[in-house]
């Protein structure tokens, strides 16, 4: 289940960032806040024989869950490629299966979840600055909304940083036959290919990176995406058997696939796994052609690198003489290799390798390093106490050189030698500086754009994540040899029922402000009392909060006063907010004031158990809506179907919203309430649905008020969503500017109790709606129609009927978005929905 909390400082997070390659090969592949992993003997070896070969794969996708991770676990296991996932967006615009994240909240929890299938496909993970705005149908939308050259920019950085011999698209480039965004990615695959190894493309890269030209691009293609006409010939394809078994990890490449796909679980996308043959198809696109196999034609060998035979002499003989149950004996081996690979040069290839092989030395020697700090958060300026842990499992003569603190530079000299087996431990208190940045994530310091996040940084364009608040350097030498090993500092303690955990290192502010409602609603001109939590990143810290209001607008008191002993502390301050006369909408902001320094943000943490602890600090602000809106009805039902927050923005206009659960949908109690709504997706989720559909038919007949959301096509758990037919089909409308038509302007729903106009559809926000009926029994009224440009009248947004004695209502409009976004025209409207026959 979600832990989450809201609580900011106006410090915004500097662009102080750990070298890329280090990134690739770190932060990209282990998230800081996982417990550290430790190879098995089977892993080792398999890493052994990935340091033997020397190619580079790139998939190329829209959002987290397009790719295909079967085909990124072969490539990864199997073809012992350096392989990445390059997802476009975040996926910001997409819906929330586990929790209330949405937009960028959601956009990180995708984020982190695509880390986690990483971690188990074996690939890396890089993002455009392009945001996940919602829904488009045509990529000529999407490139309206997205800045293609900058997200084509992105595209041309990520190829000529991680230098792919191949890439590999996963959607077609036709127009219609996918999601807008899907169809943009393969365009933009394509325009990135040609441009990446032209050096008058994008030029300014040229500071950091050389240009890079992939050998071939291949599209991995399907029978899905002939399902609607064209013939799916296989002739000329490459054909990968993605169901291989790989004897050393115990899994075919389907089962570590099924694992990957799992992590998307804010999507839903639980995956059962596939045995046996499974035929993932590459169809050539651009480049050279290849006949036999991905890599037709690319020297994947040591000789590659100019003098990088005798490393992979040194490498092979270690494979050859490889014990499992003494993988310390090739470390000799490994320090020939890697003294024979400094020599090389510097180019990509020998410092992907020598990062490779640094890895697998501490595995094979058994090191285990680690910082941990006393506390997880901290605030700039302050001292941390961190414990250092360093063991060698091996006989190989291991010393402890030194360790250096990344925010402070600070250097330790220790000179330890670390016998078989005996741990070493140490405790230092060290000051972080007072500019230390926040933990926020780098894409959201600065304000974007609805189709792009504002990223100035060349550097850190196309990461992941941030790197760790704060990091350490091991120098250690390994029998002569000194190598370096960074290790992130993290916090770890023991939870009596789990055992260790482990989070990541956080830098907060001194004082966080967070509002309790993220939007306010007057439906009257009757002051709202609210809330507002104020959080102590630190002991003994004592001032005031206020509130910056739109003109018209004002608080009582102008100021409240705080006051904390102890750190983690956190006490509630009251406003009364009196609204204008008439319908406006304005934006509220807080500002805390201790120690002579202003704090202007709240603290958001999400906390899954599948991702790491995620932290950012937004703004200190809610939305102030006047609406000027009428209602009928108080007391409503609300069955959760998928998960919204449709139940708290009613409650904010006046209704008393109870959520009913399973049991409490008997008719005798349906009866009591004015209305009752089923969430978005409820005939989709919710398995007992079908159990109740009888007592809410009988509810409405009765005289009842139902009021059914969007639901999809597939799965529904009911044979029927209404009392007479319709058909649910998948047509929507994805631009929220698109004109809402009102086909009867005189039925009662749109004139009571409130007058519904045109101007009730402005600002909405994503969508208009989806997932909309193409066909209705002539027993309902079709009232609105909307449609995207180009396309046909969608009528079947907002349908009635008189059932019985009652009124039942679907509706794909997109309550769910613009509700909670505070749409005054929105709130009228489904305040006429509740008010039916009343």
Not at 461 to 484: C, K, Y
Not at 716 to 745: H, N, T, Y
Not at 816 to 826: D, H, N, T
């Amino acid at each position: 289940m979600p832990r989450y909390c809201y609580f900011i400082s106006s410090k915004l997070l500097p662009a102080v960032f750990l070298v890329w390659t280090m990134l690739l090969t770190a932060a990209a592949t282990r998230t800081e806040a996982q417990a550290p992993h430790k190879p098995n003997a089977a892993e080792i070896q398999l890493a052994l024989k990935k340091l033997n070969v020397l190619a580079g794969a790139l998939y190329i996708g829209a959002h987290p869950d397009d790719e295909n991770t079967g085909l990124i676990a072969y490539l990864s296991h199997g073809a012992l490629a350096n392989t990445a996932y390059l997802s476009l967006t975040r996926g910001d615009g997409g819906q929330n299966r586990i929790g209330p994240e949405m937009r960028e909240l959601l956009g990180i929890t995708r984020t982190q979840e695509l880390l986690a299938a990483r971690r188990i496909d074996g690939g890396r993970q890089f993002f455009s600055r392009a945001n996940d705005f919602g829904y488009s149908k045509h990529p000529d939308e999407t490139f309206n909304i997205w800045d293609k050259e900058a997200v084509l920019a992105d595209a041309v950085w990520v190829i000529r940083k991680f230098r792919p011999d191949i890439l590999i698209t996963r959607f077609p480039v036709w127009p219609g036959k996918t999601h807008g965004h899907h169809t943009a990615s393969s365009i933009i695959a394509e325009e990135a290919f040609a441009a990446a190894g032209d050096a008058d493309r994008f030029p300014e890269q040229l500071e950091f990176v050389q240009p890079w030209q992939p050998k071939r691009l291949l599209w991995n293609t399907s029978p899905f995406f002939y399902r609607n006409g064209g013939e799916f010939e296989k002739t000329g394809m490459i054909e990968v058997d993605v169901g291989t078994y790989n004897a050393l990890l115990g899994k075919a490449y389907s089962e570590i696939s099924a694992e990957s796909r799992s992590m998307h679980k804010s999507q839903g996308f639980g995956a059962s796994s596939r045995r046996g043959e499974l035929i993932s198809y590459l169809k050539h696109t651009m480049g050279e052609k290849a006949e036999k196999s991905l890599f037709d034609g690319v020297d994947t060998g040591w000789s590659r690198l100019p003098g990088g035979a005798a490393v992979g002499a040194d490498l092979e003989r270690a494979y050859e003489e490889f014990d499992s149950e003494n993988p310390a004996g090739i470390v000799p081996l490994l320090l020939k290799a890697r003294r024979s690979l400094h020599s090389l040069g510097d180019s990509h290839w020998q410092k992907v390798k020598l990062d490779e092989l640094d890895k697998l030395l501490a595995s094979c020697l058994g090191l285990y390093l680690e910082v941990s700090a006393g506390d997880y958060s901290v605030v700039p300026g302050s001292s941390v106490e961190l414990k250092i842990e360093a063991v060698n499992r091996s006989d190989i003569s291991v010393t402890l050189n030194s360790l250096q603190i990344s925010f402070s530079g600070e250097a330790v000299e220790f000179d330890q030698w670390l016998e078989n087996n005996i741990g070493f431990s140490h405790t230092l208190e060290t000051n972080l500086p007072a500019d230390m940045p926040l933990t926020q994530p780098y894409w959201l310091e600065e304000e974007g754009t609805l189709g792009m996040f504002s990223v100035k940084n060349q550097k850190i364009i196309g990461l992941p994540e941030n790197p760790p608040a704060a990091s350490a350097t091991f120098s250690v030498d390994v029998a002569g040899q000194t190598v370096e090993f960074i290790r992130p500092v993290v916090y770890r303690w023991n939870d009596p029922v789990e055992g260790e955990q482990y989070r990541p290192f956080e830098v907060v502010p001194e004082v966080s402000v967070n509002f309790s409602e993220k939007i306010l609603l007057f439906a009257s001109g009757e002051p709202q009392r609210i809330e507002l939590n104020v959080l102590a990143g630190k002991a003994d810290i004592e001032g005031d909060v206020r509130l910056e209001l739109p003109e018209g607008w004002r608080s009582e008191p102008l100021a409240a006063p705080f006051s904390m002993v102890q750190k983690g502390e956190q006490v509630t301050v009251v406003f009364n907010i009196h609204p204008p006369g008439g319908q406006t909408v304005g934006q509220m902001k807080a500002v805390a004031r201790a120690g002579g320094r202003e704090f202007r943000r709240g603290l958001v943490r999400i906390e899954y158990d599948h991702i790491p602890v995620q932290t950012l600090f937004p703004e200190a602000s809610a939305k102030l809506v006047r609406l000027q809106i009428e209602r009928k009805g108080n007391l409503i039902g609300y069955i959760q179907g998928a998960g919204d927050e449709i139940p708290g923005a009613l409650r904010q206009i006046g209704y008393q919203v109870e959520e009913l659960k399973e049991g409490e949908m008997t008719l005798e109690n349906l009866k009591r309430y004015d209305a009752i709504i089923l969430g978005v997706r409820a005939y989709n989720t919710l398995d007992n649905i079908r159990f109740q559909q009888a007592n809410l038919f009988r509810y409405v007949e009765e005289g009842g008020v139902m009021v059914v959301q969007y639901n999809t096509n597939r799965r529904l758990k009911v044979d029927e969503v209404a009392p007479f037919p319709l058909k649910l089909s998948r047509d929507r409308v994805a631009v929220e500017e698109a004109e809402v038509r009102i086909l009867q302007p005189d039925h009662p729903l749109l004139n009571y109790p409130n007058k519904i106009t045109a101007e009730d559809f402005e600002g909405w926000v994503q969508e208009r709606g989806l997932y909309f009926p193409s066909e209705w029994d002539d027993r309902f009224d079709a009232l609105l129609s909307s449609n995207d440009p180009g396309e046909p009248p969608r009528d079947g947004g907002l349908l009635v009927a008189a059932y019985g004695k009652g009124t039942y209502i679907y509706t794909g409009y997109s309550w769910f978005r613009e509700l909670p976004a505070g749409v005054p025209g929105a709130f009228r409207i489904f305040t006429n929905l509740i008010s039916a026959g009343k």
